[in-house]
């Protein structure tokens, strides 16, 4: 469901403009106008979190195998946990875990030496016993387990109040947030950008922020920057009532198969990644990837088999070859910086990147070296694979 709001005049210019209306951009414009940023400006094509961020599981976790995941999602989990004091909006967030189902001693090796990690950067993670996996989520069959991975600070939480209450701070600290306004292009003299073009007008400013997710590759483009950007169709279904459901139930996600879910009111919010899924802007809900569902359902949770469905819709990942963020400032084009392409990681990252381009466009030194995240590292073969995602 996306975050509607009063679409706004667009102005003839602004000292910053961003591009996207998701839980990135929002984030962004809240901590812009919270540090006294004047003529901040958000356009959105949409509504606000129409793009992947309302279409996301919700899940927030700082259990990663990268230290700077690791640092922009704890960072994350403190700004969830204060939401309803700053920016001020309750979310809905439910702490109650994050459960890694692992079926191969490679993995346990893999989250093995992740926790420990993890440990070192003051985070809880722990390795656990299949048997105490299952007394965590009960609908789990313990079948071809050899261990998990707990995680007790993370959980879930609702996306669509996250963007909610970043959009009304920042318009109350004094950011405009246009929605329905496409961005046509971007405009440079040399390599100073010089203005932003839409489809009710142009933007004159000096400062522009991508921070639209799928779409960035294009847009980035249009001003001879590369961020390599390609949008994967993920699907999710809403289960009916499920009697005996523990209300601390974790997210549980279930490695080998990437079969996830959380609790959803009285149900449970369920997905899978799909191998077979071409890359592309394909935004219609479909049945095709539910066999695929089913059979991992058969092995893991049969007791599901029998539960009816309520409800879904489909999103997109933006991906990098990597399946790490995006974040940085252009080296060629002046002030046009990015925070794109989180793989599946950028809802529980959006309150930490908010910070840290925040810091950026004022020239300060954010709380941690996001460097490694440069868009430049393709060029420079120095990827930074995080392992730690399905």
Known sequence: MAVVGRAGELPDS???VIIGGGVMGTSIAFHLAEAGVERVLLLEMNELGSGSTCK???GVRANFSDSVNIALGARSLEAFAAFQERPGQEIDLHRVGYLFLLDADEQVEQF???TQLQNTLGQPTRMISVD???ALAPVVAPDGLVGACFSPTGGHCTPESVVLGYATAARRLGATLVTGCEVLGIDAVGNCLSAVRTDRGVVRTGTVICAAGAWSESLAA???VELPVTPVRRQIVVTEA???LPAELPMTIDFGSTFYFHREGPGLLVGMSDPDEQSGFHLNRTDTWIPRLTDVMVRRAP???DVGLIGGWAGLYEVTPDHNALIGEAADVSRFLYATGFSGHGFLQG???????RDLYLGREPFVDISPLDAGRFQRSTTRAERNVV
């Open 14 to 16: 602004a000292d910053v």
């Open 56 to 58: 996301a599981a919700g």
């Open 112 to 114: 093995r030496e992740s």
């Open 132 to 134: 105490e996996a299952v």
């Open 222 to 224: 249009s001003v001879g």
């Open 242 to 244: 499920i009697a005996g």
């Open 303 to 305: 007791a599901l088999l």
């Open 351 to 357: 309150p930490a990147v908010g910070e840290v381009i």
